[in-house]
C-alpha cells in the first residue's frame, strides 16, 4: 500500500519543483518584457526629432541621412519599424527611398544574416521583415525556405514575403506552385498573396489564366475581382465555355459578365440552363443591366429555380427592366406560388419602398409609372401598406 | 492720438493672437497691416519706424514685434488698401534714405477688404516677407489669405499615418488638426469647420457610411470636403461612398505626391 | 462470557480493518483519478506549448491589413440574440458595426423580450419594418414577427420573434443570413476590432476543411472600455470575476490551443465562434430546450463530418478576442455554472454513444471519454475519495498523512495547470502589463483552490440535480428562455 503513496509524494514533490521553476520563470519573462517596453519608449522619444527630420526630407533630391549614432540592437529594431511602416503605406518613389535608407542602413544585411539563424522563429522573423522592406536578393533564399515548410500559417508568412520581395513573374509563379502544392483551396488566401507584387499584376494574371494546372487559374479568377483587364476578356471567354473544372467556369463566367459584354440570344439562354447555380444567378444578374428586354420570359422561368440566389437576382433583374419587367414582377406575385411568389412579394416592396429621388426627373417618372401597375395589382398604396404576408411554404436548403 | 501714449515698441509672445484680439477690442471698420523686415537690420529699427510715422500729421498706428529686433508689425487703423501701400512706401523711401544700406521687404494688406486676419493668414503673411525674394513691396491678395486659411482635419487610428500626414500638410501651408476616432472627428468638424477632412473610414466608434453621412449634415450648406484614405478596396463600399458625396476616395498604400495633388483639386 | 465477548471484539476489528483496508483501495483509486486527470491535463497543456509558437508567428509576424479591405476575405453574417438588453444592446451594435472587417452584415435577433430592446434599437437606427421580408426557412425557429432595416445603415438588420431561447434565436438569424458564414456572438460581449479579420484569415488559411472557429473570451470587469475599444488593460477588482479571470486564461490558453491541435475541441464558446453555414444547417442547426447549445453544435458537427467522412477541422483562434461581463455576485455566477452543468451532462447523455467508439477518432476516443469521465463525473470521484479517506484515517490516526498527499496533489497540479497557462500568455501576448498583475495572477490562482473549486464542484453537482429533475418532466418541459439571466446575468 505503501508503494502507493510513495508514488503519489514523488507527483507531489515533481509539482512543486516546476511550481518554483515556473514562477521563476513567469518572473523573469515579465521583468525583461517591462524593461524592454522602458527602453522601447526611451528610444523612441530620443529618435522622435531624426523620424521627424526625414519625414521633411522625403521629397528633397539628396539622399536621406542615417541615423545619428552608434546604435544598439533595439535601438535599430525601433528605427528599422518605423521605416517598415512608411514602406507599407507608401507607393511610388517616397517608397523606394526609404527602402534604400533600409538598405544603406544595414538592415537588410543584418536580417539576411538572420536567415541562417539556427532558431526556426528567428527565420521566419527574417523572412517577414525581409518581405517588408522588399529585399529583392532575398527571394532565392525565401523560395528555398517556402519550398520545404510543410503547410501551416508560417507558409502564408514566407509567401508573403516572396510576393513582396521578387522582381521576376517566375519568382511569383514559384511561389504560388509552393503554396498551392499541399491540395488546401487556399485560392482566396493566394490571390491576396499575389497581389502583394510590385510587378505589373494584370501581365501575371493573364498568364496564370492561361495556366495548365486548374490551381492558378482559379488564383488568377479570385484576383482579379474589382480590377478592370481588358486583355483577359477572350481568355475569360475562353474558360467560361471550355474549362473543365465547375467552379473555375462558374467564376470565369461571372467574371466575364462583369465586363458588361454583348451576349447572344442562345448563349443567354444556354447559361440560363447551366447545371452550376452560380452561373445562373451571375447570368441573371448581368441580364438586369443589360437591359435586354428580351430576356424577360427567361427571367420569369427563372423566378422558379431552386436555388435562392438565382430567383433573388432574376427579381432584381426584373425589377430593373422597366415596365414590362415590373408589371411581370406583380404578376407572379400575385399569380405564382410558393417561393417564386415570396421572392416577387419582396422585391416589389422593395422597389416601393425605395420610392424615388424626387431630384432626378427620369427617375420620378419611371418610379411613378410603376407605382400605377402596383396600384393595379395591389390597390392603392398609402404610406408603404404591406402586402398580405405570404407564410413561406416548405423549406429551402438553397442558400 | 493713442500711439503717443505707446512710446516703447510693445513686445507680444503671442504676436498673431494678440493682433486678433486688437482688431475684437477695437473694432476698426477697415485696417492695414504691415508687416516689415530687414534681414542684419539695426537694433532700433522700431525706433526709426516710428519716428517716421510720428513725423505724419492725424495717423493713428501702432508699432509692434514678437521680440525679433528686425521683424515689426505696423497696424494702421481706418486706412484701406491705397493708404495702406502709400504708408507702406513712404515708410521705404525714408528708413532707405536714413539706412541706405538696408535689405528691406515689405508685405502689407488690408482688412476686411482682404478677407480675415485671422492668426493663419497674419502668419502666413508674416512668412511671406521674411521669403519674399523682390524688393518690391508685396500686397498680400486674398487668394494668398484663402490659401493659408485651408484646414484639414486628418482623422485615422494610426498614429504613424497621422504625424505623418501633418508633418506633410503643414509643409504645404495648411492649418492641421487631427483626431484618432470618428466620434472626436465629428466634435473637430463641428467646432473648427475645416475646409477638408482627410479620413479612414475604418475607425473606433462609428461605422464608416454613416460617419460620411454625418459629416454631411454638420454644416448644412458648408460640409468640408471629404477625402477618404483608407486600406478598404471592396468595390461596393467606394461606390456607396461616392453616392454619399465624398469628394475623393484613396486606397492605401497610397503615393504621397498623388495624396497631394488631389487634395490641392478638391480643395480649390 | 469473556471469550464470547473477546470474540466479538475480534470480529469488529476484523470487520473494522476490513473496512479499513475498503476505504484505503478506494482513497488510492481516488488519488490515482486525480492523477491521471493531471497527466491528461498537462499532456494537453504540452499541446498548447507546441502550438502557441505558431500562434504567435501567426500574429506578430503577418498582417492582415490588405486582407481587411479587400473582396477576397469571405463575407460574414454576426448573428446577435439579444433577450432584455435594452440598457446596453446600442453600444454593443455601435461597436460590431465598426469591426475592421470588408464584408459583413450585423443581424439582431430580438428574443421576444419583454423590455424596449426592439424599441431602443428601431429609435436609435431610425429602422422601418421590411414588407415581406425574405426568409430562408432553412431551419425550423419560432415565427418572426418582423424585420427591421434602414437603408443608411446597410449592413444592419434587426429581427423580431417570439420568445423561443438562443438557439431559437440563432436559427432565426441563420434564416436571414445573407453570407456563406455565420458568427455567433453574445450581446453583451465586445468584440476587438480586428477580431473577425484575425479569424477569417484562419478561416481562409484551409477553407475547404474549417467547419467552425473558436475565438478568446476574457474578462472584461476592470478594464477601461472607450468607443468599443479595451482602452487600457487591468484584472477585475472583484473576487468573483478574477477567479474566472484565471479560469478562462487556464481553459482557453491552457485547454482549447492543445485540444484544437488534434481536432479534438469540443466546445466554440456561445460569445464569439465563426462557423459555415452549410454545415451548421446540414446538422440542423442549433438545439433549443437545453443550454449548452454551443457545445452541442460543435458535437453535432463532429459527428456529421466523421459519419461522412469528411475532411475537417474545428478550429481555435487564440488571437482573436472577445471581452465578456464576469458576473460579479454569487447568485449570477452560481446560476450561470448550474446552468453549464445541466447542459454539459445533457450533451453527455445525448451522445454517450461517441463515447469509446473508434468510428469517431479523436473525437469517440479521447475528447468524448475524457469529457464524461474527467469532467461530468469528476466531482462524484473527487468527493467520494475525499470521504474514503477521511474515514480511514479516523479509523487510523497515523495515516493522516495521506490526507494530506491527496489535498495537495489537487492543489499543487491545479496550481501548476494555471502558471501554465500563465507562461503561454506571457509567450504569445503580453497583456498584462504590470508586475502587480502577476502577483495577484498568482496569488489568485492559489486561492482558488480553497473555496472556489470546491464551490464549482458543488453547482456543477447543483446542475446535474436541476436536470434530472427536469427529466422527470420531460414531456412538459418549457423551452429554456434566457429568463434566469434576466437579472442580469451574464454568460460566457
Known amino acids: ?399 | ?268 | 462470557m469473556r471469550r464470547l465477548s473477546l470474540y466479538v471484539k475480534l470480529q469488529q476489528l476484523e470487520e473494522i480493518t476490513l473496512l479499513r483496508d475498503i476505504l484505503l483501495i478506494y482513497g488510492l483509486f481516488a488519488i490515482y483519478y486525480v492523477m491521471s486527470v493531471n497527466v491528461i491535463y498537462f499532456s494537453v497543456l504540452a499541446l498548447s506549448f507546441k502550438n502557441i509558437w505558431t500562434v504567435y508567428r501567426r500574429s506578430v509576424f503577418s498582417k492582415f491589413n490588405t486582407l481587411a479591405g479587400s473582396d477576397l476575405v469571405p463575407s460574414v453574417s454576426l448573428l446577435v440574440p439579444a433577450y432584455n438588453e435594452e440598457v446596453t444592446i446600442i453600444e454593443n451594435v455601435r461597436c460590431l458595426m465598426t469591426l475592421n472587417y470588408p464584408n459583413y452584415e450585423v443581424i439582431v435577433i430580438n428574443d421576444g423580450s419583454s423590455d424596449d430592446t426592439l424599441e431602443v434599437l428601431t429609435t436609435e437606427f431610425n429602422l422601418t419594418k421590411l414588407t415581406n421580408p425574405e426568409m430562408r426557412n432553412s431551419i425550423d425557429c419560432t415565427a418572426v414577427t418582423g424585420v427591421f432595416y434602414n437603408p443608411e445603415f446597410p449592413n444592419l438588420y434587426v429581427i423580431d420573434k417570439g420568445n423561443g431561447g438562443k438557439a431559437d434565436s440563432l436559427n432565426a438569424g441563420i434564416n436571414l443570413s445573407h453570407y456563406p458564414l455565420i458568427s455567433s456572438i453574445d450581446a453583451d460581449s465586445l468584440l476587438e476590432k480586428d477580431a473577425l479579420i484575425r479569424m477569417a484569415r484562419q478561416y481562409m488559411e484551409n477553407p475547404e476543411e474549417t467547419v467552425a472557429i473558436g475565438g478568446d473570451v476574457r474578462i472584461a470587469n476592470g478594464c477601461l472600455i472607450e468607443n468599443g475599444q479595451v482602452k487600457d488593460f487591468s484584472l477585475p477588482n472583484k473576487m468573483w470575476p478574477m477567479f474566472q479571470a484565471i479560469e478562462y486564461l487556464k481553459a482557453f490558453l491552457g485547454g482549447r490551443i492543445g485540444w484544437s491541435s488534434i481536432n479534438g475541441l469540443i466546445i466554440v464558446s456561445g460569445a464569439f465562434g465563426l462557423f459555415r453555414k452549410d454545415y451548421v444547417i446540414a446538422v440542423g442547426g442549433y438545439r433549443g430546450g437545453y443550454p449548452g447549445e454551443d457545445m452541442n453544435i460543435i458535437i453535432k458537427l463532429h459527428r456529421y463530418m466523421l459519419e461522412n467522412k469528411l475532411k475537417y477541422r474545428i478550429a481555435f483562434c487564440p488571437e482573436a478576442v472577445c471581452w465578456t461581463q464576469a458576473p460579479e455576485s454569487y447568485r449570477i455566477l452560481a446560476s450561470q455554472r448550474q446552468r453549464w452543468g445541466r447542459g454539459n451532462l445533457k450533451n453527455m447523455i445525448e451522445n454517450y454513444d461517441m463515447a469509446f467508439n473508434p468510428k469517431y477518432k479523436v473525437m469517440g476516443l479521447m475528447t468524448m471519454p475524457y469529457n464524461i469521465i474527467f469532467e461530468a463525473l469528476n466531482p462524484y470521484f473527487k468527493i467520494t475519495g475525499l470521504i474514503a479517506l477521511v474515514g480511514y484515517v479516523m479509523l487510523d490516526m497515523t495515516q493522516w498523512k495521506i490526507l494530506l498527499v491527496f489535498g495537495l496533489i489537487n492543489f499543487l497540479s491545479g496550481y501548476l495547470f494555471s502558471i501554465g497557462a500563465l507562461i503561454l500568455e506571457e509567450i504569445a501576448f503580453k497583456r498584462f502589463i504590470k508586475i502587480s498583475d502577476l502577483w495577484k495572477m498568482l496569488f489568485y490562482g492559489a486561492a482558488k483552490f480553497f473555496g472556489y473549486s470546491q464551490l464549482g464542484t458543488l453547482w456543477r453537482i447543483q446542475g446535474h440535480i436541476q436536470f434530472l429533475r427536469n427529466n422527470n418532466s420531460w414531456g412538459a418541459m418549457t423551452r429554456q428562455s434566457w429568463k434566469e439571466k434576466s437579472d442580469t446575468a451574464k454568460s460566457a
Open chain 2, 1 to 268: 492720438m493713442p500711439n503717443s501714449a505707446t512710446l516703447q515698441t510693445s513686445i507680444h509672445e503671442n504676436l498673431y493672437q494678440s493682433i486678433e484680439e486688437w482688431v475684437k477690442e477695437t473694432k476698426p471698420s477697415v485696417y492695414g497691416i504691415l508687416f516689415l523686415y530687414a534681414s542684419a537690420g539695426p537694433t532700433n529699427l522700431d525706433a526709426q519706424v516710428r519716428r517716421i510715422l510720428e513725423s505724419q500729421p492725424n495717423l493713428d498706428f501702432e508699432v509692434w514685434s514678437d521680440g525679433e529686433a528686425n521683424r515689426q508689425v505696423v497696424l494702421l487703423p481706418e486706412l484701406t488698401l491705397d493708404s495702406v501701400h502709400f504708408q507702406g512706401l513712404l515708410l521705404k523711401q525714408r528708413l532707405l534714405e536714413v539706412l541706405p544700406n538696408l535689405d528691406l521687404r515689405i508685405t502689407l494688406a488690408s482688412f476686411p477688404e482682404q478677407g480675415e486676419a485671422s492668426q493663419a493668414v497674419l502668419k502666413q503673411m508674416s512668412d511671406s516677407v521674411m521669403k519674399s525674394e523682390a524688393s518690391d513691396i508685396h500686397i498680400f491678395t486674398k487668394e494668398e489669405a484663402e490659401a493659408a486659411k485651408n484646414r484639414i482635419l486628418i482623422v485615422d487610428n494610426d498614429a504613424t499615418i497621422r504625424e505623418f500626414l501633418q508633418i506633410r500638410f503643414e509643409l504645404q501651408g495648411y492649418e492641421t488638426y487631427e483626431a484618432d476616432n470618428g466620434l472626436v472627428a465629428l466634435d473637430l468638424i463641428e467646432k473648427l469647420k475645416p475646409d477638408l477632412v482627410l479620413t479612414e473610414l475604418n475607425l473606433y466608434g462609428i461605422d464608416g457610411l454613416p460617419y460620411i453621412h454625418h459629416i454631411q449634415q454638420i454644416h448644412n450648406n458648408q460640409a468640408p470636403k471629404i477625402v477618404v484614405l483608407t486600406e478598404q478596396k471592396v468595390e461596393q463600399t467606394i461606390s456607396q461612398c461616392f453616392e454619399r458625396g465624398v469628394d475623393d476616395y484613396i486606397t492605401k498604400p497610397f503615393s504621397p505626391v498623388e495624396l497631394d495633388a488631389r487634395i490641392r483639386r478638391c480643395i480649390q
Open chain 1, 1 to 399: 500500500m505503501f508503494s502507493h503513496v510513495t508514488v503519489a509524494i514523488y507527483f507531489v514533490y515533481v509539482c512543486l519543483g516546476l511550481i518554483g521553476l515556473g514562477i521563476a520563470l513567469l518572473f523573469y519573462m515579465k521583468l525583461k518584457h517591462l524593461s524592454t517596453l522602458k527602453k522601447t519608449e526611451y528610444y523612441q522619444r530620443k529618435h522622435q526629432d531624426y523620424f521627424k527630420y526625414l519625414q521633411t526630407q522625403l521629397y528633397e533630391d539628396q539622399e536621406l541621412p542615417l541615423p545619428p549614432g552608434k546604435l544598439v540592437p533595439l535601438e535599430k529594431r525601433i528605427i528599422q519599424d518605423k521605416l517598415m511602416e512608411w514602406i507599407e503605406q507608401f507607393k511610388g518613389e517616397v517608397r523606394t527611398r526609404v527602402i534604400e535608407l533600409c538598405y544603406k542602413a544595414g538592415f537588410v544585411d543584418d536580417e539576411m544574416e538572420k536567415l541562417d539563424s539556427l532558431y526556426f522563429s528567428r527565420r521566419v522573423e527574417a523572412s517577414y521583415r525581409l518581405g517588408m522592406m522588399r529585399a529583392t536578393e532575398a527571394t532565392p533564399r525565401l523560395l528555398d525556405m517556402l519550398r520545404k515548410q510543410r503547410y501551416s500559417p508560417v507558409t502564408t508568412i514566407i509567401g508573403r514575403a516572396v510576393s513582396k520581395t521578387a522582381d521576376q513573374e517566375s519568382q511569383l509563379m514559384e511561389m504560388l506552385g509552393y503554396m498551392l502544392k499541399h491540395g488546401k483551396s487556399i485560392h482566396n488566401l493566394a490571390a491576396d498573396v499575389l497581389l502583394e507584387t510590385r510587378l505589373d499584376s494584370s501581365k501575371i494574371l493573364l498568364q496564370l489564366l492561361d495556366h495548365e494546372n486548374p490551381d492558378f487559374v482559379k488564383v488568377a479568377l479570385v484576383a482579379m475581382w474589382g480590377q478592370a483587364v481588358p486583355e483577359v476578356i477572350p481568355a475569360l471567354n475562353r474558360l467560361s465555355v471550355d474549362a473543365d473544372e465547375q467552379d473555375v467556369r462558374a467564376e470565369a463566367v461571372k467574371l466575364y459578365l462583369s465586363s458588361n459584354p454583348v451576349l447572344r440570344d442562345d448563349t443567354i439562354k444556354q447559361l440560363m440552363s447551366d447545371s452550376n447555380w452560380e452561373v445562373r444567378a451571375a447570368v441573371a444578374k448581368s441580364l438586369g443591366n443589360m437591359h435586354a428586354a428580351g430576356s424577360i420570359p427567361l427571367l420569369r422561368r427563372a423566378m422558379q429555380d431552386e436555388n435562392w440566389w438565382v430567383r433573388n437576382n432574376s427579381a432584381e433583374s426584373l425589377a430593373q427592366l422597366g415596365e414590362t419587367g415590373f408589371e411581370l414582377l406583380c404578376e407572379t406575385a400575385q399569380r405564382g406560388s410558393g417561393l417564386e411568389r415570396e421572392t416577387a412579394l419582396f422585391h416589389i416592396e422593395k422597389v416601393m419602398s425605395e420610392g424615388s429621388d424626387h431630384r432626378a426627373l427620369d427617375q420620378m417618372v419611371t418610379f411613378n409609372k410603376k407605382r400605377l401597375i402596383y396600384d393595379r395589382y395591389f390597390g392603392v398604396i398609402e404610406t408603404s401598406k404591406p402586402v398580405r404576408k405570404v407564410a413561406a411554404v416548405g423549406g429551402d436548403y438553397s442558400a
